[in-house]
């Protein structure tokens, strides 16, 4: 079996400077690599903020940069990816090319607040791949987003996308409104938003523990357990 650890990208902000979710997914990532043998490292994501360098770029940056000083060899980017459904798309294709005809298993990075969903995708794109076989093993990265919820944990959860009109950056959202974002575009967006990628055929076990996943996290951002691990 071959052991690709996935990092997915997350946008930059405005004035092109890095999230400090996007430095805590490539922390981990760099983490699993070494306790995982050099195992090889896809970053995926595009320029989604038009600041002029893709989110793999700017990930290769970190990794081959001090503390973490990858080899460059051991790096594949994919920059065009557009979302996460693209994401996944991508990343199975470098790993056929890199290990074709080989058993694989895909280490997957990301914010834990992005984490229930990415699986959820994932593994409806590679069943729709014809790469159900493969294993995915999710590694959700400490976000390190404010706190916006424990000084009123009755605050209810947003229901919609009106979240836009309050924060035009997506950088400066805390915790509790990513969390409702991702419960809003599971239950509004994510079966459709697959169904016009061609992903007719989708697993209802994996939506449903995605979205049991995402309810359990906004409980425990309300009782700050998601914040005890911020970096």
């Known amino acids: 079996m071959v052991t690709f650890i996935?990092?997915?990208g997350q946008a930059l902000c405005?004035?092109?400077?890095?999230?400090?979710s996007l430095v805590n997914r490539v922390a981990m990532a760099a983490e699993l690599h070494r306790a995982l043998g050099g195992a090889p490292i896809v970053l995926s994501g595009a320029d989604v903020s038009r600041v002029g360098t893709s989110e793999a770029q700017a990930m290769r940056n970190l990794l081959v940069a001090s503390p973490h000083i990858i080899d460059p060899e051991k790096l594949h980017l994919d920059e065009?990816?557009?979302n996460t459904i693209e994401n996944a798309r991508n990343i199975l294709a470098i790993m056929r090319k890199q290990a074709?005809?080989?058993e694989l298993?895909?280490?997957?990075?990301?914010?834990e607040f992005h984490c229930p969903r990415s699986e959820y995708i994932f593994k409806n794109v590679l069943d729709s791949e014809g790469a159900g076989d493969?294993?995915?093993?999710?590694?959700?990265?400490?976000?390190?987003?404010?706190d916006d919820i424990s000084d009123d944990p009755r605050k209810p959860i947003v229901t919609d996308f009106k979240v836009?009109?309050?924060f035009a950056d997506i950088n400066d959202w805390g915790i509790f409104v990513r969390l409702c974002?991702?419960?809003?575009?599971?239950?509004?967006k994510m079966r459709r938003w697959l169904a016009d990628y061609g992903i007719e055929k989708q697993d209802p076990k994996h939506y449903d523990r995605a979205l049991a996943r995402i309810l359990e996290m906004v409980e425990e951002a309300r009782d700050g357990k998601l914040l005890a691990s911020k970096s």
Do not use: F, N, R, W
């Open 6 to 8: 996935a990092c997915l």
């Open 14 to 20: 405005p004035d092109g400077s890095l999230p400090s």
């Open 80 to 82: 065009s990816a557009l």
């Open 100 to 102: 074709p005809g080989q």
């Open 105 to 111: 298993k895909l280490c997957l990075v990301t914010s």
């Open 134 to 146: 493969v294993a995915v093993e999710p590694y959700p990265a400490p976000s390190g987003l404010k």
């Open 164 to 166: 836009y009109k309050t």
């Open 181 to 188: 974002h991702e419960k809003a575009i599971m239950e509004i």
